[in-house]
């Protein structure tokens, strides 16, 4: 069947080949003058000419257009040439896609244009904090004015932020579950006109709100775009094109019945595709579903870059696990990178395992390297393994602040945070505008959310007064209630924050504590800052030890485990360097407390409450609370904070099975 039309084609091959010979001939008899060369020479001659002809007459076409637009020309040949003098300091050594290197390029000079322009709103902004606040809460009720929501409330007839305290009661989240529950059945013009971009679930809580696109943009622009902004302004290193190892979980996603997307309000790689030239961790990474084999290749690949410029995660616990399982697997990651594979003993889909394998190549130079410095030990690990690490960028602050605490006096000792935004499943709070200082403070960004403030002396009463950004004090703490583009007004969030100066007319605010993390066994609420405090003091009077973790339970919710004495304060605390606590020092930890809370001291002084009681747990006992606690609610890796005051017994009975004196 084949061989008449191999006939045909070879004969029609060669006829062709004939036809070229006999032009190339024709056109070369007249070049050749008489000469009498070698046909090789001749060819190669010609050939020469014939290339160079044609590379002349396309590069004068190319010119004669060029010279109709001289000005537009000569703007492209400047800035290729300051593209190329703008890139090479940048690189840091790394061999690059060009692709890329372009992508990455772009992303840092789009998102520093953006931030500053979003700064210099900003900066307006604060000039006139009251007009701005009350043109939000305006834009959020118009929006909402048709829906039923709105018309229960009589947005339409609302012309300022007085008549909208007057009209609207404080809320918390059971003032909103019904309408929240119609919404993901699919019920229309609810709570606000538009159908949410998703469900999302709160920290700690399987609670749901709505999340827009609008928040979603509040977010970025206000706060994302203006806070690298003034990282890439303090850290100027940051500007280079060395990648972000960032420590980042695919969430597990669910739907309403209505088909609304039920997960965490968080930055994922699909949201973020066109940054992932920023990353050192590769696509196919983040199709895999699981924590423990996601960690394991962001750290083979965040291992693999020797260029790398900054650790990135949401919260400081993420990173300081991460690095807790880096002490553990370590030898198996340089042996991955010696031989160039994903650990065949790592469960993963086989189509990820291959394309993670097809961009991996055996390095043996750089395990070498690996290996040499995970032998001198962990102090001071993370400089050591990337000498051009940059900046540390998380939330270490709150119930992160130990985690900090101990990454910096530890694995990443030397190497400056920056904590970019405070914000929560609300919605964007504030932007730190400072990265240099070691505090986080956090200017109000005044056009995301209409902000009101709870003094701390009302935090009890249901329907206490609030002040507004522009009334607030210095040195005064309160709590937040805030009103948002997705249906939320006036709604309390827990937190409490410290304003400690302005920034023209706009507060700038500390994160002190959560609301519901306070320990109160008579109503003397005790805050998780002040607890914290008070046990860095006793642990410091604890020879040799070192603090890893902790979390306290109320007594009442111990049962007969709590001995039967008065009220009191049970306390779980993990330790390094000690493997034993006296009762002496055990009682410390009181004598502290009562030194910096003066009502917890009067409490104890009558007996109210009985001496706290310090439980020392084993080594690991609280990462393995954390993966139970993750397991036990719709939490992602991304957004878990640890409690510091447990409140289920399922927890309880957790970590009271881990004690070991």
């Known amino acids: 069947m084949w061989l008449p039309l191999l006939v045909v084609g070879a004969s029609l091959l060669g006829s062709g080949v004939a036809l070229l010979l006999l032009l190339w001939k024709k056109d070369v008899s007249w070049r050749?003058?008489?000469?009498?060369?070698?046909?090789g020479s001749l060819l190669s001659h010609y050939l020469a000419l014939r290339v160079v002809g044609w590379l002349g007459r396309r590069e004068r076409q190319r010119l004669e257009k060029d010279t109709l637009d001289i000005k537009r020309v000569q703007e492209e040949t400047l800035l290729l040439l300051l593209?190329?003098?703008?890139?090479?300091?940048?690189?840091?050594?790394?061999?690059?896609?060009?692709?890329?290197l372009l992508s990455h390029y772009l992303a840092l000079r789009v998102v520093g244009?953006?931030?500053?322009?979003?700064?210099?709103?900003?900066?307006?902004?604060?000039?006139?904090?009251?007009?701005?606040q009350e043109e939000t809460l305006l834009k959020h009720i118009r929006k909402n004015q048709n829906t039923e929501y709105g018309q229960l409330y009589r947005f339409a007839e609302i012309k300022n932020a007085e008549m909208f305290q007057q009209r609207h009661p404080l809320t918390c989240y059971d003032h909103y579950s019904e309408f929240i529950r119609r919404v993901a059945r699919g019920e229309e013009?609810?709570?606000i006109a538009e159908r949410p971009s998703i469900l999302a679930v709160t920290s700690g809580s399987s609670s749901m709100l709505l999340s827009t696109r609008a928040t979603d943009t509040e977010f970025f622009m206000q706060g994302i775009a203006v806070g690298l902004h003034a990282m890439l302004n303090t850290f100027p290193e940051t500007q280079s094109l060395q990648k972000t190892a960032k420590l980042f979980y695919t969430p597990t996603w669910q739907q309403s019945e209505a088909g609304i997307p039920i997960g965490i309000n968080s930055s994922t790689h699909n949201i973020s595709r066109h940054m992932l030239n920023l990353y050192s961790t590769p696509a196919p990474a983040f199709q895999i579903p699981t924590e423990p084999e996601t960690l394991y290749i962001h750290l083979l690949f965040a291992l693999k870059d020797p260029t790398l410029g900054t650790l990135e995660a949401n919260?400081?616990?993420?990173?300081?696990?991460?690095?807790?399982?880096?002490?553990?697997?370590w030898q198996e990651l340089v042996e991955d990178i010696r031989q160039g594979r994903v650990n065949p003993q790592l469960g993963i889909a086989a189509d990820v395992r291959e394309k993670l394998d097809s961009v991996l190549r055996p390095d043996p130079w750089r395990a070498a390297e690996l290996g040499a410095q995970f032998e001198k030990g962990f102090?001071?690990?993370?400089?050591?393994?990337?000498?051009?690490?940059?900046?540390?960028?998380?939330?270490?602050?709150?119930?992160?602040?130990?985690?900090?605490?101990?990454?910096?006096?530890?694995?990443?000792?030397?190497?400056?945070?920056y904590s970019p935004v405070y914000a929560a499943t609300e919605g964007l709070i504030g932007v730190n505008l400072w990265p240099g200082s070691p505090e986080r403070h956090y200017l109000?960004?005044?056009?995301?959310?209409?902000?009101?403030?709870?003094?701390?002396?009302?935090?009890?009463?249901?329907?206490?007064?609030?002040?507004?950004?522009?009334?607030?004090?210095?040195?005064?703490?309160?709590?937040?209630?805030?009103?948002?583009?997705?249906?939320?007004?006036?709604?309390?969030?827990?937190?409490?924050?410290?304003?400690?100066?302005?920034?023209?007319?706009?507060?700038?605010?500390?994160?002190?504590?959560?609301?519901g993390q306070m320990l109160s066994v008579r109503g003397e609420k005790t805050s998780e800052e002040v607890f914290y405090q008070a046990l860095q003091r006793a642990v410091k009077l604890w020879p040799g030890a070192e603090l890893i973790d902790y979390c306290c339970v109320e007594s009442g919710l111990l049962g007969h485990f709590s001995g039967g004495s008065d009220p009191h304060y049970e306390v779980f605390v993990e330790l390094k360097g000690v493997r034993n606590l006296s009762e002496d020092q055990r009682y410390k930890l009181d004598r502290c407390l009562q030194e910096d809370s003066a009502v917890y001291k009067s409490f104890r002084l009558k007996g109210s409450i009985g001496p706290?009681?310090?439980?020392?747990?084993?080594?690991?006992?609280?990462?393995?609370?954390h993966s139970h606690m993750l397991a036990s609610s719709s939490s992602s890796p991304n957004t878990f904070k640890m409690h510091r005051v447990l409140r289920r017994n399922e927890f309880v009975q957790f970590i009271q099975g881990k004690i070991v004196s």
């Open 32 to 39: 050749l003058k008489g000469q009498k060369r070698p046909l």
């Open 83 to 100: 593209w190329k003098k703008d890139v090479s300091w940048r690189l840091k050594g790394q061999k690059r896609p060009l692709g890329s």
């Open 113 to 132: 244009w953006l931030g500053r322009r979003e700064r210099q709103r900003l900066e307006k902004d604060t000039l006139d904090i009251k007009r701005v």
């Open 189 to 191: 013009n609810v709570l």
């Open 315 to 329: 919260f400081a616990s993420i990173i300081y696990y991460a690095f807790d399982v880096l002490r553990e697997r």
């Open 379 to 417: 102090q001071g690990i993370a400089r050591r393994l990337w000498p051009d690490l940059n900046l540390v960028i998380t939330v270490d602050s709150g119930s992160n602040s130990l985690y900090g605490d101990l990454l910096k006096g530890h694995c990443c000792q030397g190497l400056p945070f």
């Open 444 to 515: 109000l960004c005044p056009r995301s959310m209409f902000c009101e403030f709870i003094p701390v002396g009302s935090l009890e009463e249901l329907q206490p007064q609030t002040l507004l950004m522009h009334q607030v004090k210095e040195g005064e703490c309160y709590e937040l209630a805030v009103s948002n583009a997705a249906g939320l007004c006036r709604y309390r969030i827990g937190d409490v924050v410290k304003v400690i100066g302005f920034h023209n007319q706009c507060p700038i605010v500390e994160f002190r504590y959560r609301h």
């Open 612 to 625: 706290m009681r310090v439980q020392l747990v084993g080594g690991g006992a609280f990462r393995e609370l």
